[in-house]
Structures are given as C-alpha cells and as structure tokens.
C-alpha cells in the first residue's frame, strides 16, 4: 500500500561527514579564512609601507606640525637637497631617522678618485673629542650628512651678483653668513652633534675658544639639550660673551690667554666627563661642511668654478672640494688665504702640517690665521684642490667694502677673502665664466667694522688728506672750500695750524680730508688744486 504522502525522501546527509574523495567541509571554510585574513594582513602591512615611503624624512630637531622652527621662525621649512637628482648616488632607504646607505652602489671614476684622496692617517692620542672618527670621507657620507641637517641649517641662497659686470664675470654668492650664528660652521657642528651617542650627548659638550665654531656648538647643541660649556679668556669681549649666553651655553671666562681657556677645558672635560670639542678634521665635521658643495651644485647650473676660503682651517674647502669633484670632475676648486698668513701653500708645500706657521691673535683674522689642524683635509685639499691663491689685507677689506655697498652684506674677513681674489685680478682665468663664491661667515664686531669701512674707503681712492699754507688773511679759506665746491668733492674735516707753522708769519696751514666719486675724481680734483696751490701735499695711503 502507497502511503498517501508520497514516496519516502531521502535521509539528509550530515555536513561535517566527509565524502569519498573531499575533506570535511568545515576544514575548507577555516582554510579559506585564513587565507583572507592573509591576503588582508598583507595588503595592510604594503600600503604602510607605501606611507612610511612618501613621508617626510624626520628630523633630530625638535619640527612641529606647521615645519621645523628655525630662527626663531615656525613654519618655514626650508627645501631639502635631492640626492636622487645627482648622478651616481646610491641607493638608500630611512632608518630610525638617519640616513642607510647600502652597500651596492654604482662606483665610478669620481668614487675612485675620493677614495685616492685621503687614505687613512693616524691621529695623535692627544685629540680627545673626535679622532677615532678620522676615516676615509665619501660622498655618501655628505649626502647622509645633507639629509641629516636639513631641518638644524638654513639652505642659503646662491645668487647672482651686481659685482659680475664690474669684474667681467658671471658671480653667484653663496651667502652663508645668513645662518642663525652667521657662520657656515654650523653644518659641521650641527652633524657633529647629532651623531654623539645617547650617554654622551646627556653627560654634556665643553669648548673653548671665541670662534664660530664655539658659537655654532652652543647654539645648536641648546637646541639639541645637550648641556653645553664654553671657556672664554677674560680677554674676550662683552659682547661675544652675551651672544654665547644667549645661544644657551654656560660660560665661563677663564685665565687670560687663550691657551689658558683650553687647558682649563680639557681639565673640566676630565674630571666631569663632558666631550671637550676643537676645531678638528674628523669625516663627521667634514661631511657636514661638505653639504655647501652640493646645494652649490644644485643651486648654480653649467658651474666653471667655486672659490672658497681656505687658511689653517680648510675644512670647508677639502669637504666641498669632495662633493664638487664627485658630481663633476671639470669644475675648478680655488681657495684662497692671506699673504700675510700663507698657511695653507706653505703647509701643501711641505707635505704635512707646520708647526711654525705665522699666526695672528687679532679677531679680524679670525681662522683665515689659523694653524693648519689636520693631515686628512690637507691630503684632501692637496688632491682635489685644483689652485690656491694668497691675497693682501688691502684686498680683503675693499672686498668688505665691495658686499657691503653692492650686496648690503656685513661680513667679516673670512667672509670676504673669496671676493678678495677677485677684486685683486688673482684669477683672470675666470673672465667671462660662472663662478660661485662663497661667503661663509658675518661676524664682524661693530668697532672693526667702522674701521673696516674708513680704511676701505681710503684704499679704494675715494677718502683722501692733503694740506697746504695759506695766508691768513679773511676769504682765504673760503677761496678754498669753493674750488672744492666747484670739483665737486665733499669735504669731511678740515683743520687749521698757526702755532706750529715753519713757513712764513701769518700764515695757517689747513689740512682737509675730503671724500671724492672714484680713483679718477680724485686725479682730477688733484690736478685742479696742484694748478691755483702748487704748495698743496698729499698724504699717501
């Protein structure tokens, strides 16, 4: 009998109960669910990456949401320098903040040639800052160092002078006196410190000195909280004490020399653990000044030449003088020095540092008188360095006088002295051609810069004294002062002498100091004087 709901169906089978040929079902869906969560995870962890890539570079310095605060400044966050648009650099990738070069890279002749520079050179024991850093410096290390500073150090302008068309030339002046302390030392300094160690960089720094490496080490190691001392003789003046003050450095004026201050340094270095910092060619201090060279690079297109201060301290110069001859081989490097102070030629000559170099103590010198401090600058300076020029002290200060009037650009001596080869004509190779010089330091003190600027302006024929006698008679003078009227001179001071006159009686003898236009309005107003007062002397410079 048919049961009237029809055929039996068929018993269900269970899910969980595997076929002949097939696992459990249960086992194939966590499968496929792993492999999503897999896939997810994988997609998750590439598109962080892709965002750590695009990134910013971070920064040792303390940089704020708005940009980095430098000079005071929030905001402005300076352009970094672009390795990857210069030729044969390597390949790198961020690492903790720094910068990780690998070691497959392209090496072509210019690597060679940096590595032929400057081989190893063992360093006396009595360094005890940095010498175990000494080694070879390549142009990695100034890129890395590049990267490093870039949020610590203005990346100055390199512009195209008034000067060009006076000296028959294209000239573009690095102005590295715009940087916070006004030196270009800060770039060494600033790379220098932020390569310490942790233990060392709580324990704190010490120098001694008033130089610009002192300043840039107390403003920029402030920034970076690392307790920072500076000894200074109680002959340095107030001001460049407040200033180091200001940075943020506890000073302390010690002894009456300088060689005073630096014992006292290293003697506190020892007994409280601070790193005592000098002035000194580690690869460190080198890489950072060498950063110069390469915003140089980027900033000028089709460069002939770059001219560089050079001296004892010559750092700037070997560092840039890597960077320059890596990136291209037929850009000329120059340094130059003073005639009084040939330093650097002398010790080039001899092979090795002299120590009986011409030095002077007077701070308008500042390290353009320097002692020669370190075999591995000066190897590199003797391999890569293509002239080095001398010029006088006239020189440098109508070069002053030049930025100042021209550029609306207060420097120093060391600032000018690369203009200086070029107002001297020591390089009239360079007629017609794209020349970059550097300016790298502004710190002028007030009283040196009035002198500065009167004895220019002397040398430079445009302030001159004569004297001549007169007699003393009412509307003498007054002749007198309407020929200058007439030669257009302005006359600055005017003396009278009759006690004292060897000449004939009732007579005076008036002595002027007038300012004229240039060399020829002086010629001129000569002439015209030596006409209607054949007596009239001139005082030479």
């Known amino acids: 009998m048919v049961s009237p709901r029809g055929p039996p ?39 962080n990456k892709v965002k750590k890539q695009d990134a910013p570079a971070p920064c040792d310095l303390r940089c ?32 903790n903040g720094d910068v990780k070069t690998w070691e497959m890279k392209i090496v072509s002749r210019n690597e060679e040639l940096l590595r032929d520079a400057l081989p190893r050179i063992p360093q006396s024991s009595s360094r005890s800052s940095l010498s175990s850093h000494n080694k070879l410096i390549r142009f990695e290390d100034i890129s890395a160092a590049a990267f490093k500073i870039q949020c610590g150090v203005q990346k100055t302008p390199c512009m195209y002078s008034r000067l060009s068309k006076q000296y028959g030339m294209d000239i573009y002046l690095k102005k590295e006196f715009l940087q916070y302390t ?9 790379y220098l410190l932020t390569s310490l160690p942790q233990d060392q960089q709580r324990k704190g ?48 004026s010690y002894g009456t020399t300088a060689k005073d201050s630096q014992t006292h340094a290293r003697r506190l270095a020892q007994e409280n653990g601070y790193l005592y910092l000098e002035e000194e060619d580690s690869a460190l201090y080198l890489s950072g000044l060498g950063t110069v060279g390469l915003e140089v690079y980027e900033q000028v297109p089709k ?19 890597a960077a320059l001859k890596h990136l291209n081989p037929h850009i000329s490097v120059i340094g130059v020095e003073s005639e009084s102070f040939p330093v650097l030629q002398q010790s080039l000559k001899a092979g090795h540092p002299t120590e009986d170099q011409a030095c002077s103590n007077h701070h308008f010198y500042g390290d353009v008188s320097g002692l020669c401090f370190g075999s591995n600058s000066l190897q590199l300076t003797g391999k890569l360095v293509d002239k080095v020029v001398a010029v006088r002290e006239e020189d440098i200060l109508i070069s002053i006088l030049r930025l100042l009037e021209y550029e609306r650009a ?7 002295i690369g203009l200086a080869a070029l ?13 970059a010089v ?53 006359v600055l001071d005017i003396k009278q002498e009759r006690a004292f006159v060897t000449s004939e009686l009732f007579t005076v003898e008036v002595t002027c100091t007038v300012e004229t236009r240039d060399k020829i309005h002086t010629a001129q107003l000569r002439n015209a004087l030596l006409e209607r007062y054949p007596t009239a002397a001139w005082t030479e410079r």
């Open 205 to 252: 720094v010490i120098v001694a000195l008033d130089s610009n490496f002192s300043m840039a080490v107390a403003y920029h190691a402030s920034e970076l909280r690392i307790p920072v001392f500076v000894i200074m003789s109680t002959s340095t003046s107030p001001a460049r004490v407040k200033m180091c003050r200001e940075y943020g450095a506890m000073v302390i």
């Open 182 to 190: 006004g030196s270009v030392k800060e770039r060494g300094v600033l």
């Open 9 to 47: 169906r068929a018993r269900p089978t269970d899910m969980t109960t595997p076929g002949p040929f097939l696992p459990p079902y249960g086992v194939v869906v966590g499968v496929l669910l792993h492999l999503v969560v897999y896939l997810v995870a994988v997609l998750y962890r590439d598109d």
């Open 303 to 321: 460069l002939d030449a770059v001219i560089f201060p050079a001296g004892g301290h010559c750092g700037l110069l070997a560092g840039s003088a």
């Open 423 to 435: 107002v001297a004509g020591k390089l009239p190779e360079l007629k017609g051609k794209r020349v």
């Open 64 to 95: 704020y949401k708005d940009g980095p605060i430098r000079n005071g400044l929030i905001g402005q966050k300076q352009p970094s320098i672009n390795p990857e648009r210069l030729k044969d650099f390597g390949e790198e990738d961020y690492l």
């Open 438 to 490: 550097v300016i790298c330091s502004g710190n002028l003190e007030l009283h040196l810069l009035q002198q500065c600027v009167a004895r220019g302006l002397t040398l430079d024929n445009r302030v001159c004294r004569f004297s001549l006698v007169l007699s003393d008679c009412p509307g003498d003078i007054s002749k007198l002062l309407e020929s200058l009227a007439r030669e257009e001179a302005r």
């Open 410 to 416: 207060t420097v120093d001596a060391e600032g000018a």
